[in-house]
Structures are given as structure tokens and as C-alpha cells.
């Protein structure tokens, strides 16, 4: 069970275009999702949280007008990054979480998707 | 603020070799201690996890106790093989209420045959 998916899984696109990834928990309810970005060979930067049918909350230094956060409902959340620039080619990360339950706070995370800005 | 710390990468060893990853950690309260692996191209999948002191993870042959008193939740394999070749990520969650996990940097571990 706690099964994750992103998709799509590589996108290449180019400067000036905005790109959708969407994150999907195929087997439980996620009432909180978290989107990370990776650089190569580096640890995951949280990059917004987000709540069902509520705005996302970035992480200080993440611009919400340019990574658009949505999570319309329990088992998807897309991030759209607007106007993407070469800067912004990066392995995208999701994760989502259930209802807490005492201390049940396990994460569960999606394969990623790796954008190319060309 | 909460942090975790990781033994430096990369780490090689030769397949049935014993490992320890370490990882320290400071948070206020009580986290919740987690360890991830993330193989190549691939998201990362939960390894282990320990939500309060003295608990053991385990999991595919890999352990973590939860010390408070070292803060510590140091990563073990008796005897590693060539497919446990990964990016391992030390996490914690902190007290009940709070959802961000923090990651540490990450070791890479290498087992040749």
C-alpha cells in the first residue's frame, strides 16, 4: 500500500513555457502533500506544503507565483511551474501523507519527474 | 531549529561487508526518525522508521535504534549486498503536530561485487 505517482516522469521543454506535474496517491486518502526539488547529488528541498482545498504554504525563497501549487482534492496535487527558465531544470519530488493518527506521520514519496529547460 | 547531520559520502564496501551509516540529529520534543533509500532515477522509497526512544527499525535486513541520549539513529547492515547500491537520506519529523520532514545531505554507498 502507500503508493505515489508522479507524472509525467521526464519533461523537456522549453525557456518561457510552463510545465504541469501531477502527483497522485493511487491507494489512500493524502491530506497534506509536499512538493521537493533535488539538485544532483544533493539532499530534497522542501519546497511548499500543501493542504486539500487549501493554498499551499512555500518554504522562505520559493517564488508561489512561479511554482504553482493546486491539490483539488484528496489524491492529487500538480505543481506548474510558469515561465521555466534553465535554472529551474531540476528533479521535482512529491510526497504525500495520510490523516495523522497520534504520532503516524510517515511520508510517502512519488518517483519524481526531471525537468530540462532548454 | 531541527537539523539532521550525516556521515560523508561516498561510502564503498565489498559485497557481505558489515555497514553503518551514521546520523545525528537535533530537534526539540520527540521526533519522529526516519531513514530513506533512493536509487538511481528513482524517487525515494521509506526504508525505516522509529517514532519514539529506544524503538528498533528494521527493514530488508537494515536496522536503526532511536538513542535520545546520543541523539543518534545510526543505520546497520550485517552483511550488505551488491543491489543495496544507493542514496541513503537520514530524516526526522518533528513532535506530533508538525509535518516538514528534514533531511540530512544524503550517503552514497556503493557495494562491488
Known amino acids: 500500500g502507500a503508493v505515489v505517482s508522479q507524472h509525467p516522469s521526464r519533461v523537456i521543454c522549453k525557456s518561457g513555457t510552463s510545465v504541469k506535474i501531477e502527483c497522485r496517491s493511487l491507494d489512500f486518502q493524502a491530506t497534506t502533500m509536499f512538493w521537493y526539488r533535488q539538485f544532483p547529488k544533493q539532499s530534497l528541498m522542501l519546497m511548499a506544503t500543501?493542504?486539500?482545498?487549501?493554498?499551499?504554504?512555500?518554504e522562505q525563497g520559493v517564488e508561489k507565483d512561479k511554482f504553482l501549487i493546486n491539490h483539488a482534492s484528496l489524491t492529487l496535487s500538480t505543481l506548474t511551474v510558469t515561465s521555466a527558465h534553465p535554472e529551474d531544470s531540476s528533479f521535482y519530488i512529491c510526497s504525500a501523507r495520510g490523516p495523522t493518527s497520534g504520532r503516524t506521520d510517515t511520508q510517502y514519496f512519488g518517483p519524481g519527474t526531471r525537468l530540462t529547460v532548454l | 531549529g531541527n537539523s539532521v547531520t550525516q556521515m560523508e559520502g561516498p561510502v564503498t564496501l565489498s559485497e557481505e561487508a558489515f555497514l553503518t551509516i551514521n546520523c545525528t540529529y537535533t530537534?526539540?520534543?520527540?521526533?519522529?526518525l526516519f531513514w530513506y533509500v533512493q536509487y538511481p532515477g528513482e524517487g525515494l522509497q521509506l526504508l525505516l522508521k522509529a517514532t519514539k526512544a529506544d524503538d528498533k527499525g528494521s527493514n530488508k535486513g537494515f536496522e536503526a535504534t532511536y538513542r535520545k541520549e546520543t541523539t543518534s539513529f545510526h543505520l546497520e547492515k550485517g552483511s550488505v549486498q551488491v543491489s543495496d547500491s544507493a542514496v541513503y537520506f537520514c530524516a526526522l519529523s518533528g513532535a506530533q503536530g508538525a509535518q516538514k520532514l528534514v533531511f540530512g545531505q544524503g550517503t552514497r554507498l556503493t557495494i562491488n561485487p
Open positions: 530537534a526539540t520534543g520527540y521526533p519522529s
Open positions: 500543501s493542504n486539500e482545498g487549501s493554498k499551499a504554504t512555500y
